[in-house]
């Protein structure tokens, strides 16, 4: 079946702009997250959607970022204001909660590389 | 902050060999799991290891887990050109209330061919 995609592949954009990603999940999976990884870095959680719970947006890391998602289909994650700091590639992964987060694998999508000059 | 920490950073080794690498982390956890990454994209799942194992074997993976130690290690034995990746572990964590996957800073494996 088809994996998690993201669009677009890559974007570059000027600093101030506004940038919009998008995630589409695997079909089923209720739990969606966005992570951020710095060129040579580890992932950066930035925020998780499960279900028609409220979002775990702990790790947006200023009110510049904001995230939605439409019931349990497609989310965009929103970047206002661009700034040369963000250039990251953008990973969303999804996944079919189990019992517990600990124990769920998470599906990743090939990511949105994002640059701002 | 990212409480898993790969060690070491870079590792470059001629097909063949066995390539080993470890991850610690600092708080309690009910698994750990190990992620595969090609090329800067996607992450791709490897294996799970629950804190009641201490060892776990997938094809040519072995996963070692060391709860007193806090420590994991994923050995990949008669690697491949192909296993060229990046390979990063990630645990559970209570952090703010929340659960959550902690991702280490990742081990970067080159296999020479």
């Known amino acids: 079946g088809a994996g998690v995609s993201q669009s677009p592949s890559n974007k570059v954009t000027e600093k101030g702009k506004d940038v919009e990603l998008r995630c589409d999940p695997i079909s089923g999976h209720t739990a969606l997250y966005w992570y951020r990884q710095r060129l040579g870095q580890g992932l950066e959680f930035l925020i998780y959607?499960?279900?028609?719970?409220?979002?775990?947006k702990s790790g947006l890391p200023s009110d510049r970022f904001s995230a939605e998602r439409t019931g349990e289909s497609v989310s965009t994650l929103t970047i206002q204001r661009t700034q040369q700091e963000d250039s990251a590639v953008y990973l969303c992964?999804?996944?079919?909660?189990?019992?517990?987060?600990?124990?769920?694998?998470?599906?990743f999508g090939p990511g949105t590389r994002l640059t701002v000059l | 902050s990212q409480q898993g920490e790969e060690d070491p950073q870079a590792l470059s080794i001629q097909e063949g060999e066995n390539a080993t690498m470890n991850c610690s982390y600092k708080?309690?956890?009910?698994?750990l799991q190990w992620y595969r990454q090609n090329s800067g994209r996607g992450l791709v799942h490897l294996i799970l290891i629950r804190s009641n194992e201490r060892e776990k074997h997938s094809g040519r993976l072995r996963v070692t887990l060391d709860t007193s130690k806090k420590s994991s290690s994923l050995l990949i034995t008669a690697s491949r050109a192909a296993d060229t990746a990046s390979y990063f572990c990630?645990?559970?964590?209570?952090?703010?209330?929340?659960?959550?996957?902690?991702f280490g800073q990742g081990t970067r494996l080159t296999i020479n061919p």
């Open positions: 992964a999804s996944s079919q909660p189990g019992s517990s987060l600990s124990t769920d694998t998470q599906y």
């Open positions: 708080t309690s956890i009910n698994n």
């Open positions: 990630a645990t559970d964590q209570i952090i703010q209330g929340a659960q959550k996957l902690v």
């Open positions: 959607f499960q279900g028609n719970s409220a979002p775990d």
